[in-house]
């Protein structure tokens, strides 16, 4: 994989458009493409004016694209979670699964895990067989938490890592003074051998990946997707300031329908000072376009030298 482009923005900007019109025009250029959407409301392959036959389709012969349906991945999940349970916990008959597995289902945070999870998928499971990864993310506050997971979930990590190494040195004291019989069997009393551990380096290999993912200067390229609007300019802002406190950089920003609407000053100015010299570029409105899938080469022209 030579680049990862990852598309942001409001809902309705034209994240899809460009997202898939770069993808198309790299394609054409030779290279191998792969092109997902991990927005819960797809419409790629309408896009292209294709007849979905699957959710994941070569339409051309170096272009896969793919609508990623997270719900899967939060079924996996939960499955994946339910079971590892059952085995780290196998010596407690009164744990009950079903309750757990209901809390599960309705926590805060499950969305955007799932889409973390897509993400991490995509990128293991293509980044060795094309040159391009393009992924069009859902609407910004979503993408928002997905970015924030990572960082988050690793500080809560190296805490429980902690907890849980000073449970499993009480566990050998009791053992020590004890004896063996004293803990049941199947409970682990050293490190290399607790589930428990185990469960929260591989969530912690996870988290880790994506967060480089996000972070990454050589491969990854952040592209902001912006319409000349209030409401579109205001998130960009946003989005831009919220990102850098992950340390997440926006690479380029694309106003998308230039020639339609229009900010003050004053605005444009704020979204300048919060992108400290990120470069900007215009992709205008077609008018006479309903869809613009016409005009790909056109659109991906503005900015894939910024991307390549
Ligand atoms: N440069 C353009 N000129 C004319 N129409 C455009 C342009 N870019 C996008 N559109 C149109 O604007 C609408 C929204 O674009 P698009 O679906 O790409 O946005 P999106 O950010 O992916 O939206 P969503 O959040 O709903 O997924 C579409 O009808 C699309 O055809
Ligand atoms: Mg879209």
């Known amino acids: 994989m030579k680049r990862l482009i990852l598309f942001l923005g409001k809902g309705g900007v034209g994240k899809t458009t460009l997202s898939a019109s770069l993808a198309n025009e790299l394609a054409k250029k030779g290279n191998q493409v792969y092109l997902a959407s991990l927005d819960p409301a797809h419409n790629i392959f309408d896009f292209f004016g294709l007849n979905q036959m699957s959710s994941e389709m070569a339409i051309t012969d170096n272009l896969v694209v793919h609508e990623i349906d997270t719900t899967e991945y939060l079924k996996e999940f939960l499955k994946d979670t339910t079971e590892s349970m059952k085995q780290s916990y196998k010596y407690l008959k009164i744990i009950n699964l079903e309750d ?27 980044k060795q067989r094309v040159d391009y990864i393009v992924v069009d993310t859902p609407p910004t506050g979503l993408t928002l938490r997905i970015a ?48 428990v551990l185990r469960e929260l380096s591989e969530e912690e290999l996870l988290s880790r990946r994506i967060y480089d993912l996000f972070t990454d200067r050589e491969i990854t390229r952040r592209v902001l997707v912006l319409n000349h609007d209030e409401l579109s300019v205001k998130e960009g802002i946003m989005i831009i300031t919220d990102l850098k406190a992950l340390s997440i950089d926006i690479d380029l920003i694309v106003f998308n329908k230039t020639g339609l609407g229009g900010v003050s000053d004053e605005l444009m100015q704020r979204l300048i000072d919060a992108a400290q010299g990120v470069k900007t570029y215009e992709v205008p409105f077609f008018e006479d376009h309903p869809t613009p899938r016409e005009k790909t080469s056109e659109i991906a022209s503005v900015f894939i030298e910024s991307i390549l």
Do not use: C
Request: hydrophobic share 40%; aromatic share 6%; charged share 30%.
């Open 148 to 195: 924030s997971l990572a960082p988050t979930t690793l500080r809560w990590i190296e805490k429980l890592k902690e907890l849980r190494l000073k449970i499993l040195k009480r566990r050998q004291e009791i053992v020590n003074i004890k004896g063996d019989e004293a803990i049941p069997q199947g409970v682990a009393t050293e490190a290399n051998d607790d589930p």
């Open 100 to 126: 757990m597995f209901d809390v599960l289902k309705h926590s805060p945070g499950l969305e955007e895990y799932a889409v973390l999870r897509a993400l991490d998928t995509i990128v293991q499971n293509w």
